[in-house]
């Protein structure tokens, strides 16, 4: 019996040996063939005829011990291989995933948070908040600092979103100076607003780059929305209240409401009874006169866009205007606003000026120049008679721009205007490096100028700097006779001043009959050599 196991075991054994010397020796020729081994040992064997088989045995130990090692080296490289381009992976899976300035994730990663969110097994959760984060007034930070500067600002953003963020919490950036936040599922609303409130106050903190300190601040819009809702409806929801903070004053943080919804809709409609508008000239120019505080005289008449709405009567200014900008149509509203008002102007008394407002977005319009030069012959308007109204946002955005454009348009004979003087940007530099014929005083600092010792102020040094620059001053927003009685009292008074206390803005054809009448003798009289000044006088 054991000597029968025996040769069973023997067999075995024998049959596994030769099992594995087949399947080595299949490996070895597979391989050899791959390489060509085989007919390099030809070739090697015709050379050495003469070898013994002890030589050949050698010789073919010898190849199978660089074969094994060849296997372990290749195998070793393979191993590598396979670790660089999953390596390699990684890394472009986080640069898919991630923004390569902040480090932060980006908004396809956002997007895939919200929906793992949805479908993870472990979220009891059927609601999470959405806050939508934006710098206020980021543009400016690039157009006075630079680019470079502009990105050290979002990289220490985001450092200090994440230093506030708690765990569970996820932070993304959408793109230029927006970001996005959820909070950690089961997050309640006193969480959310003290988030909100630290993200605040961490964010408002001026920013230190190279010796440099740079003012910041953010705006944040919140909502909470249910699990399933979708990502472009938690970004939208958390956007329009967003824009409710920034319409609040910026540097704060809104809830989004039902109420907010209706108002999105209702801006919707708007647009879209803007396109038209605009594309059939139907916002028509007011013009509001303007006069000479010294004499009474009426010196020229300011043009202010108005829309009618068919149904929802008059449309504020600063309502249209604003989406005019955000869907593009500014530029075209302006030029629209130019045409229309010099061909209601033409036929006014020639020493009449004519103010016209420039978008900052219209006036980096590269025809700017042409468009003024194509309107004014197509209209016969004098360009002596035009006078073009621009705030600093229009110079800071591309002052290279802005000053080659000014300096062209006084070629034609235009004057330029610097508007809603003291609330812009390094007003002093442009005014020295810039050829303004007039400022025009912003009504803020003007309303109500009487009761107010800080606006005096205000005006008192705006008012000795233009003297001082020989430039001419234009007091907008007066709005009552104590504020005319304060301006004329100073020592150094504005030459014109326009507002309520004077005149309302009117449309073209109503002016026209108050030339005619109220106004002709107002106008005529005060150029007469003799003739005592005409008083201040008010449209009806």
Not at 39 to 64: C, G, M, P, Q
Not at 75 to 84: M, Y
Not at 247 to 259: D, I
Not at 384 to 410: C, G, M, N, P, Y
């Amino acid at each position: 019996m054991e000597g029968g196991l025996y040769k069973l075991l023997k067999g075995l054994k024998a049959h596994t040996t030769a099992i594995i010397i087949t399947l080595t020796t299949l490996l070895t020729f597979s391989i050899s063939a791959e390489y060509e081994l085989l007919e390099a040992f030809y070739e090697a064997s015709r050379a050495h005829e003469d070898w013994e088989l002890d030589e050949l045995a050698i010789l073919v130990l010898n190849l199978t011990v660089g074969l094994i090692w060849f296997l372990i080296v290749r195998s070793r490289q393979l191993s590598r291989a396979v670790k660089e381009r999953d390596k390699a992976e990684k890394a472009a899976q986080k640069i898919a995933r991630h923004d390569a300035l902040t480090g932060l994730a980006n908004r396809r990663a956002f997007s895939d948070h919200i929906e793992n969110l949805k479908l993870s097994e472990t979220t009891t959760e059927k609601s999470i908040m959405v806050m939508m984060l934006d710098l206020d007034r980021f543009k400016a930070v690039n157009d006075l600092h630079g680019h470079a500067s502009g990105d050290y600002v979002l990289t220490e953003t985001a450092k200090r979103i994440t230093d506030v963020m708690g765990d569970g919490d996820f932070a993304a950036r959408l793109g230029g100076d927006e970001f996005a936040i959820t909070l950690a599922p089961g997050s309640t609303v006193e969480r959310a607003e003290r988030i909100a409130r630290r993200l605040l106050t961490a964010i408002a903190k001026p920013v230190n780059n190279e010796g440099t300190k740079i003012p910041l601040g953010a705006s944040i819009g919140v909502s909470r929305i249910v699990l399933g809702q979708g990502v472009s409806i938690a970004l939208q929801l958390a956007d329009q209240a967003l824009y409710t903070a920034k319409k609040a004053g910026r540097g704060q943080f809104a809830w989004y409401n039902v109420e907010m919804d209706e108002s999105a809709k209702e801006r919707q409609q708007l647009e879209q009874d803007l396109r038209l508008t605009v594309r059939n000239e139907a916002i028509i120019p007011y013009f509001q006169p303007v006069f000479c505080m010294a004499t009474g005289k009426l010196c020229g008449f300011e043009a202010l866009a108005r829309w009618r709405h068919p149904d929802k009567g008059m449309i504020s200014p600063e309502i249209f205007i604003e989406i005019a900008e955000d869907i593009g149509l500014i530029s075209q509203l302006g030029w629209s606003m130019l045409e229309q008002a010099c061909k209601s102007a033409g036929e006014w008394d020639p020493s009449l000026k004519l103010a016209v407002n420039f978008s900052p977005v219209q006036f980096r319009d590269p025809n700017l120049v042409v468009m003024v030069r194509k309107i004014l012959r197509e209209t016969g308007f004098d360009p002596q008679r035009l006078e073009i109204e621009i705030t600093e946002t229009a110079i800071v955005l591309d002052f290279d721009l802005a000053k080659r454009s000014i300096e062209q348009l006084r070629e034609l004979g235009v004057s330029l205007a610097l508007d809603d003087f003291g609330t812009g940007f390094s007003s002093l530099s442009n005014l020295r490096l810039l050829p303004f014929d007039r400022l025009k005083i912003d009504r803020s600092f003007v309303t109500g100028i009487y009761s107010c010792p800080e606006n005096q102020k205000i005006v008192a040094g705006i008012l000795a700097l233009a003297n001082e620059l020989e430039l001419t001053v234009t007091a907008e927003g007066v709005e009552n006779l104590q504020d005319h009685q304060f301006l004329m009292s100073m020592e150094y008074q504005c030459q014109q001043a326009q507002g309520y206390h004077y005149a309302k803005p009117l449309p073209g054809d109503e002016i026209d009959r108050q030339l005619e009448t109220k106004w002709s003798n107002l106008h005529r009289n005060s150029d007469q050599d003799g003739v005592e000044p005409a008083p201040f006088a008010k449209f009806a």
